[in-house]
């Protein structure tokens, strides 16, 4: 049967070139052609099926992800694949599984926080998942808080061992993912004593499981915590929990980058900040931020498709309905997002490069970038999950009914999606790690200190504090110094009122603490202006193909134009703007909302998503909605049989009842 296009109209409205568009999110031909080659892989083999995900037990449902976890590594071998195209290739099986933390923790805080010869011995096993290992840092008791886990590594000269224990129920490691059911070793994170004297947070490596039977070793215990929110999701993973009872390890399974304890029992510190014991959540959070956008383009792709397949109202002379996505308020929603997930990809690439760069620095003991490292990754790790997870209920909402059933693929992504708030650092915990950088740059104000990175901006601090847009016509606000200018003004403006108001409490501490509320969305002001400057940026460089760039400042606009709209309060209050400025921005917003419509198909298309990937039959690539969905419900279980099981126990018993009753 031929195949029908029905978003083909929408498509041949495309006022740009889709396919190169579809190389600038990917960041380069390279980057497209591997991806590309990767999902086509992933949707065409039948192993990687995953749309029956939310019917299945918790156990079918693990055993399953089990086996896509040793196909997709049998498929990574067999087919001699690169780093890059293994990466891709489980981005597409798009199932959380142990071997995310396996490659995305434990290998990592070995080579983060590791010598050479641990690098050598655990690297090698590693690489060829003889051993698979986790991240095991959170307690039943503490998350945020690192410095207060409890879990102990005691040494013993004796031996040369550190003895590992458990000494509280709130010690237990609660939450590495991998762990519960899995992994054969964990990075365990653990107070260091010596002679009685406590050498805070450190890493050790520890064996968990026998290689041979995968048993818990002798004073290990271990399990699952338990079904987490939403069906599949991230019930895929096996969270896990984690006692010791004085399991001993050779004092050489300390991670010992940073400080080491030599034979005599002698802690020496090495050059190396002490904080590159958090070094993999540096890592992690840059490619939680570049996930962002994955997630958020990907609700985005299905509400923009249904939005112009589904029709409501207006309908005149019995011609057709209008399309949802022609009503300003769904695009007052919906094209935010769109612009978001653009930003956050281009974000993302920015903060990829700034790590790599200050791991390089790292590597040649050059630390001098690395609060800032910290305070960009915390920052925007807390800014684009929230807005992604934000946003992905919005799409739901926005595709209206059929939004809430499982075949729209929003509900699951909204449940796998949403931890990624808490891990890694909870969001507004995180936020106030930004606000203390920020603190600690206002009070360098007026010293001579030169700024640079993402502070540079302060540099101006007298003119930013001061001064007043400039802005006098709609168009005005197409300029980037125009944009620029005021989300500068605006964060400055906060982080210097937050400054000054801690200053009059008793001590710095209690300063902050009182002020915590408005520190944090100082922060959020801080982290938004790197989003913006950093589209700004891009659209500045290279990009070639028909269109792009006009499409391109269309988003940028309505990225900042809508944030400028949602934060007006701080604008207004800030004195960066006028209410007739505010006024003139919101009608270059409206503006730009029409000249993304026409492309609005077009522009989710670039994403390049197949629809194994998209996993949701209102996304559908060729927005055959109503008979799939028909189609679809037809496949439920629960439609197995005519009858339900349970009608002769429960709802027959009932209707006799009232049939009697009703006789009376
Ligand atoms: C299929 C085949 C496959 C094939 C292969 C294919 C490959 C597949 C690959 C797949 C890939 C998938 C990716 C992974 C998936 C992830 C999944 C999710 C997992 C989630 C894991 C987790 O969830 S894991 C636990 C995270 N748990 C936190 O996130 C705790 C937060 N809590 C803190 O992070 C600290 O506790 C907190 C608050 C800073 C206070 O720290 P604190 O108590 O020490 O107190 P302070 O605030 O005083 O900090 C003292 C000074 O340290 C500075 N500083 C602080 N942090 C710093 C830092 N990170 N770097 C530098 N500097 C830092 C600070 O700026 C101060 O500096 P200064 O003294 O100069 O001011
Ligand atoms: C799905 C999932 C997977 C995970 N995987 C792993 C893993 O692989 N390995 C691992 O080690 N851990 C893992 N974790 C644990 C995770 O890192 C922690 O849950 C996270 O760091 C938050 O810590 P918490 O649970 O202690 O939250 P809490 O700190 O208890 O937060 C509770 C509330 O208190 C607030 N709060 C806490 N401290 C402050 C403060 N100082 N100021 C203001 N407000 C504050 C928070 O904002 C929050 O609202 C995972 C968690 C989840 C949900």
């Known amino acids: 049967m031929e195949e029908v296009d029905h978003l083909a109209h929408e ?106 010869e641990q690098h050598q011995k655990w690297l090698t096993l590693a690489y060829k998942m003889q051993i698979i290992g986790c991240y095991a840092q959170t307690e039943l008791g503490h998350g945020s808080n690192v410095q207060g886990l409890e879990t102990t590594a005691t040494f013993d000269p ?78 895929t993973m096996d969270n896990g929990v984690l006692q010791f009872n004085h399991v001993r390890i050779p004092r050489n399974q300390m991670l010992m980058r940073v400080s080491q304890v030599t034979r005599e029992g002698k802690y020496v510190q090495s050059d190396v900040p002490r904080q590159l014991v958090y070094g993999t959540m540096v890592y992690v959070r840059q490619t939680i931020v570049s996930d962002a956008s994955s997630a958020l383009s990907r609700a985005v792709c299905v509400a923009v498709r249904y939005s112009a397949v589904r029709r409501q109202f207006g309908s005149q002379d019995g011609g057709p309905e209008t399309q949802v996505i022609d009503y300003k308020t769904q695009q007052s929603r919906l094209f935010p997002l769109l612009a978001s997930a653009y930003a956050f990809r281009f974000v993302g690439e920015w903060l990829k490069w700034l790590y ?9 003991n050059e630390f001098s970038t690395l609060p800032e490292a910290h305070a960009c990754t915390a920052g925007l790790k807390s800014l684009t999950t929230t807005a992604t997870a934000d946003g992905i209920e919005e799409c739901r909402k926005l595709c209206g009914g059929h939004g809430y059933l499982c075949s729209s693929g929003l509900p699951e992504l909204f449940a796998v999606y949403v931890p990624a708030c808490t891990y890694e650092g909870d969001n507004t915990v995180l936020l106030l790690q930004v606000a203390r950088f920020l603190m600690k740059t206002v009070s360098q104000l007026g010293s001579g200190k030169q700024l640079v990175g993402t502070t540079a901006y302060m540099q101006r601090a007298e003119h930013l504090m001061q001064c007043t847009s400039d802005v006098r016509s709609a168009e005005d606000w197409l300029k980037p110094s125009f944009i620029l200018e005021a989300f500068e003004a605006r964060a400055l403006r906060l982080a210097v009122t937050c400054a000054k108001n ?49 499409q391109l400042q269309a988003l940028c606009g309505i990225y900042a134009l809508s944030l400028l709209h949602k934060h007006l309060g701080e604008f207004l209050s800030t004195g960066c703007i006028t209410p007739k400025q505010a006024a003139l921005a919101n009608e270059k917003l409206r503006s730009l909302y029409a000249k993304v419509r026409p492309n609005a198909v077009a522009l989710v298309d670039a994403f390049n998503y197949t629809d194994h990937f998209l996993g949701s039959i209102l996304g559908r690539y060729d927005g055959n909605v109503y008979p799939k969905l028909y189609e679809e419900a037809w496949k439920d279980p629960l439609n197995d049989s005519v009858v339900p099981d349970g009608y002769h126990e429960y709802v027959r018993p009932l209707l006799k009842q009232q049939l009697r009753t009703a006789k009376l």
């Open 11 to 116: 498509r041949n409205k495309a006022q740009f070139d889709v396919e190169a568009m579809k190389i600038v999110w990917a960041g380069s031909r390279h980057a497209f052609e591997v991806s590309d080659r990767m999902s086509r892989l992933v949707a065409s083999d039948p192993a990687f099926r995953k749309d029956n995900r939310a019917t299945l037990s918790r156990k079918e449902l693990f055993k399953n992800t089990l086996r896509k976890a040793a196909y997709a590594w049998k498929r990574i071998v067999e087919l001699h694949l690169s780093e890059e195209e293994a990466s891709k290739l489980r981005f597409f099986v798009d199932e959380p599984a142990y071997t995310d933390l396996h490659w995305g923790m434990f290998v990592p805080a070995i080579k983060g926080q590791g010598t050479d």
């Open 356 to 364: 790599m760069d200050v791991t390089k620095r790292l590597q040649a």
């Open 158 to 235: 004796k031996s040369d061992e550190f003895i590992i224990h458990s000494p509280t129920l709130t010690s237990s490691k609660w939450w590495p993912g991998g762990l519960g059911k899995v992994s054969t070793h964990a990075v365990i994170y653990a107070r260091l004593i010596i002679d009685g004297r406590d050498h805070g947070v450190h890493g050790f490596i520890v064996q968990l499981r026998s290689l041979d039977d995968h048993l818990p070793l002798p004073g290990i215990t271990i399990g699952d915590i338990g079904m987490k929110f939403g069906n599949g999701a991230y019930n």
């Open 502 to 550: 801690i200053s009059k409490a008793p001590n710095p501490e209690e300063g902050f603490s009182q002020l915590s509320p408005d520190l944090a969305e100082a922060a959020v002001a801080h982290c938004q202006l790197i989003v913006v400057s950093k589209f700004i940026d891009k659209i500045q460089g290279d990009i070639d193909g028909m269109g792009l760039k006009e």
